[in-house]
Nanobody, 114 residues
Framework: QVQLVESGGGLVQPGGSLRLSCAASGSIFSMNVMGWYRQAPGKQREWVATITGDGMSNYADSVKGRFTISRDNAKNTVYLQMNSLKPEDTAVYYC????????WGQGTQVTVSS
């Protein structure tokens, strides 16, 4: 089993920054892909970014250049640094761990509003 716990969400003004964290526990392998997804009200869950075990990352076009995904394999933790936040970034952000299928955290709310 895999457990994922996200933290770091909150309310931020446009142009501000937040850093999300996701701590993984259970049957974890450091080389497995981890990532972040988000779901805005009334919309489907969408992919944001992923990172491989050796640190290669990919980003959705909507966040490229503003968000940075990273991981600390010793701590089984993945991070999402979000800069230059926009109101359209408002969503529940979910951490995901790929182990044959995707395991999900409970989500953390990010609200970008003045």
């Amino acid at each position: 089993q895999v457990q994922l716990v996200e933290s770091g969400g909150g309310l931020v003004q446009p142009g501000g920054s937040l850093r999300l964290s996701c701590a993984a526990s259970g049957s974890i392998f450091s080389m497995n892909v981890m990532g972040w997804y988000r779901q805005a009200p009334g919309k489907q869950r969408e992919w944001v970014a992923t990172i491989t075990g050796d640190g290669m990352s990919n980003y959705a076009d909507s966040v490229k250049g503003r968000f940075t995904i990273s991981r600390d394999n010793a701590k089984n933790t993945v991070y999402l640094q979000m800069n230059s936040l926009k109101p359209e970034d408002t969503a529940v952000y979910y951490c995901a761990y790929n182990k044959g299928r995707l395991y999900w955290g409970q989500g953390t709310q990010v609200t970008v509003s003045s």
